[in-house]
């Protein structure tokens, strides 16, 4: 049984920081490439930013250069820090296997001006 927990969100001020975690189960994570994805009211959900297995990573570009993705293999869980939080960011985040259509509950960040 697949499980993806995601944690770390919360209310922040624009320009704060965040980290988000990602605990799985259930997949064999360090041959995953994995993905964080938002959704925002009334919008899409959309790509984030993914990490492949080896650790290569690519950003959405309203995030490149705020969000960095990382992986710990060991703890099967994938990470994404952000900074320079801007209230645009507000969303609800989800982590999930790039490949798989296993979805978490979610986290909701948002982002005060």
């Known amino acids: 049984q697949v499980q993806l927990v995601e944690s770390g969100g919360g209310l922040v001020q624009a320009g704060g920081s965040l980290r988000l975690s990602c605990a799985t189960s259930g997949i064999i994570f360090s041959i995953n490439a994995m993905g964080w994805y938002r959704q925002a009211p009334g919008k899409q959900r959309e790509l984030v930013a993914a990490?492949?297995?080896?650790?290569?990573?690519n950003y959405a570009d309203s995030v490149k250069g705020r969000f960095t993705i990382s992986r710990d293999n060991a703890k099967n869980t994938v990470y994404l820090q952000m900074n320079s939080l801007k209230p645009e960011d507000t969303a609800v985040y989800y982590c999930k296997p790039v490949l798989y259509g296993y979805w978490g509950q979610g986290t909701q960040v948002t982002v005060s001006s």
């Open positions: 990490i492949a297995s080896g650790g290569t990573a």
